[in-house]
């Protein structure tokens, strides 16, 4: 079955009306007719005269009748010039929340998409009666804690940041193209975007998830469309465009401006150019020299696209791009182009109707460029109609321009439903100021809001059809945020410890506002907080109340006689966990704290330390007896007090050696150690041996001597 398709392709210097023949998916151009504007009707694709425009169509209408017959329906484009775009990020604070969902990204990219909406509306001097329809937005990038990263899903950080850059179509484009079709007695049967149009003619579906650039180049202004990843990612528009080159050509050879644009398309056919300036002289100049004249025109234009793209596309050249529409035949434009997206030269090309496909032509029509995007507002009209959607948000009607697959996220756009009313408000936080620091305590989280799509639950991706209802359900706003010490102190500040079998809680001694606190004293805002914590072996005996302890591991030193002696083996070892440790190193929680304690010196151990002699001690025979003489040599004071050899000495005494008796032995001093005495009834006379040699009573003595004394009795009278 065939049908018969009309449109028209409304542009800022002409109108150009179509009509194809369509049977099984096979299109046939039957008629075009171009007709051009004599006044300014049109302004950056938007219809300022009404009026005059539908007297245009009008008359492409009649005209195309008395071939065709009745025309009573007719497809149309928004021209992509009249499309803006708009870049804007949002960050918001993700601490201490779940994990991000495909939800919650999608209603951060529709906070950015609306934080670009409202930078677009500030633009405008009367902000109240803009209004604009998201036709596309592309996420430049996620970042987490100022890191770009790939998604935000299934991550946790601080902060989360989105960039977008957005598509609108002003609503009063729309809204004036249909008042014009009306008074041509038009019905609009669909509406689409010119570079929706073109990119559904030459770059099919399986073909969009490639990164490719369409550049449709009319007279004043380049559109641009990118796909990527099967879908239209971004559209954009430079001022720039085919009556630049015509204007080079003006001023070069002083030209009056149709007959330069008749210069530029003999550009296209001839070797030498035939040109008539101003004053009416005719020459004739060698296409070459025409060609360096609007060398610099064609490299401006070649800039301002090629920068259109990459800001368009994140800064990145795509893997192809397609030229369309009357400018798009510039000489040399293509190689212009790819050397400012450094893309070589068979990744840029011009595509006439010829590229589309399942599509003829009457021979009197011409395989042109320009004829690309009209015929592919016929053919989206038959493929891909677009149309008015009605439904409701919360019981308010919302009118939707249905340019793609809606989401309820558009229906939120339409219905002016910001972003944030899609999460409860957050509760109040405290600051606090602990240690020196300044602490930011976050209040709860709001509760997402629930969505339903006629009664069902949704989310903000959820398709949505004419006639859906609906409904937003605020969350629930979170909860002030409360606050112990316990909650800001680091757990590892609370440590147990075991110190001689002895086990031990250390929490940090703490006070708030310069009162003593506890771990469950509750926080207020602006408190000022401060903690010690036991993060020292010897802290934590202080901490402990095991100060007597500090004095078992102090180094073992005395003063002997006013000068200090350093005995290290008679210092206590210190142990943490079973190895040697000293009070300045860390303790964690668990480490069991013990030490091994070592006897005290005694005066006698001093002494040989200090090679003094306390007692003089020898030994001796005396009258077949063994006897041991012993004297104090040297006494030891202790802190001033007299103490015997075998005492001993805690550390840092002060001990004092002071001389006692440091005479010979003589032989007279035996007999203060032995019992031996004279018989009482001796009488006689009795000699003094030493080692049996005579000798005398005050005769040195040495130990190992044999004395003896022998005894002489007299004869009795």
């Given at each position: 079955m065939s049908s018969k398709l009309f449109a028209l392709d409304i542009g800022t210097r002409s109108v150009v009306g179509i009509i194809l023949q369509e049977e099984n998916d096979h299109f046939h151009v039957e008629d075009i007719l171009v007709k051009e504007h004599k006044e300014r009707a049109m302004v950056d694709g938007q219809i300022h005269n009404v009026m005059y425009v539908a007297e245009l169509i009008n008359g492409i209408k009649h005209e195309l009748e008395e071939?065709?017959?009745?025309?009573?329906?007719?497809?149309?484009?928004?021209?992509?010039?009249?499309?803006?775009?708009?870049?804007?990020?949002?960050?918001?604070?993700?601490?201490?929340?779940p994990i991000f969902t495909e939800e919650d990204i999608s209603r951060l990219e529709l906070q950015a998409v609306q934080q670009a909406q409202q930078q677009l509306l500030q633009q405008k001097e009367d902000a109240k009666i803009s209004h604009y329809y998201c036709v596309g937005y592309s996420v430049l990038y996620y970042r987490l804690d100022g890191e770009e990263i790939g998604s935000l899903l299934d991550q946790q950080g601080d902060e989360a940041q989105i960039e977008v850059i957005a598509t609108f179509l002003p609503r009063v484009v729309v809204e004036s193209l249909i008042a014009a079709l009306k008074r041509a007695d038009l019905e609009m049967e669909a509406l689409t975007l010119e570079p929706i149009a073109a990119i559904n003619v030459l770059i099919p579906p399986t073909m969009r998830r490639l990164n490719v650039a369409l550049v449709d180049i009319g007279a004043g202004t380049s559109d641009i469309a990118i796909t990527d990843k099967s879908t239209v990612v971004a559209y954009g528009m430079v001022p720039t465009a085919g009556d630049e080159i015509t204007e080079a050509l003006s001023d070069h050879y002083l030209l009056d401006f149709p007959v330069a644009e008749n210069a530029k398309r003999q550009l296209q056919t001839e070797e030498d150019i035939l040109i008539q300036d101003i004053l009416g002289f005719d020459q004739y100049f060698p296409r070459d020299e025409v060609l360096l004249a609007i060398a610099p025109a064609v490299k401006q234009l070649a800039k301002s696209i090629g920068e259109e793209i990459l800001r368009l596309n994140n800064q990145t050249a795509p893997k192809a791009v397609m030229l369309v529409g009357g400018g798009s035949l510039t000489p040399h434009l293509p190689a212009e182009l790819g050397y400012i997206l450094d893309l070589p030269a068979n990744r840029i090309a011009v595509r006439g109707i010829d590229a589309i496909q399942n599509l003829t032509k009457e021979e009197h029509i011409k395989t042109s460029p320009e004829l690309v995007t009209p015929i592919g507002i016929a053919i989206a009209a038959k493929k891909m109609p677009i149309q008015y959607m009605s439904l409701t948000v919360n019981n308010q009607v919302v009118r939707l321009f249905e340019l793609k697959e809606m989401t309820v996220a558009d229906a939120f756009l339409a219905a002016n439903i910001r972003a944030k009313q899609l999460y409860g408000k957050p509760g109040h936080g405290l600051s606090v100021?602990?240690?020196?620091?300044?602490i930011f305590i976050p209040g709860g989280h709001g509760q997402p809001a629930e969505i339903l799509v006629n009664g069902q639950q949704a989310t903000t991706k959820t398709l949505i059809k004419t006639g859906d209802a609906i409904q937003l359900i605020?969350?629930?706003?979170?909860q002030p945020a409360t606050a112990t010490v316990r909650d800001i102190v680091d757990p590892a500040a609370i440590k147990t410890i075991t110190i001689q079998n002895t086990k031990y809680v250390i929490e940090p001694k703490i006070s708030v506002n310069h009162t003593p606190a506890s771990l469950d004293t509750v926080l207020n805002d602006r408190d000022i907080i401060t903690f010690d914590i036991a993060e020292t072996i010897e802290a934590a005996f202080k901490i402990t109340n095991n100060w007597h302890l500090l004095k078992q591991f102090e180094?073992?030193?005395?003063?002997?006689?006013?000068?200090?002696l350093y005995l290290p083996e008679f210092s206590s070892q210190l142990l943490i966990n079973g190895k040697a440790a000293k009070l300045s190193y860390a303790v964690q929680d668990g480490d069991v704290i013990s030490f091994q304690q070592q006897a005290l010196p005694t005066i006698q151990r001093i002494a040989e330390q200090m090679n003094l002699l306390l007692e003089?001690?020898?030994?001796?025979?005396?009258?077949?007896?063994?006897?041991?003489l012993s004297k104090t040599a040297n006494e030891a004071l202790v802190n001033e007090v007299v103490v015997s050899p075998l005492s001993t000495v805690a550390n840092r005494s002060s001990v004092v050696f002071r001389e006692k008796d440091r005479s010979r032995w003589i032989y007279q001093d035996v007999f203060r150690f032995?019992?031996?005495?004279?018989?009482?009834?001796?009488?006689?006379?009795?000699?003094?041996?030493?080692?049996?040699?005579?000798?005398?009573?005050?005769?040195e003595i040495f130990g190992g001597d044999k004395l003896e004394i022998l005894l002489e009795q007299s004869p009795i009278m």
């Open positions: 071939k065709h017959g009745p025309l009573t329906k007719v497809s149309v484009a928004a021209a992509g010039r009249s499309l803006k775009t708009e870049q804007a990020s949002v960050t918001i604070n993700i601490r201490n929340r100021h602990v240690n020196g620091q300044d605020e969350g629930q706003d979170g180094s073992y030193t005395i003063q002997v006689n006013g000068q200090p003089d001690k020898i030994t001796v025979h005396f009258q077949n007896e063994v006897l041991e032995s019992n031996w005495q004279l018989p009482t009834s001796f009488k006689g006379n009795f000699t003094i041996l030493r080692n049996g040699q005579p000798a005398s009573f005050d005769m």
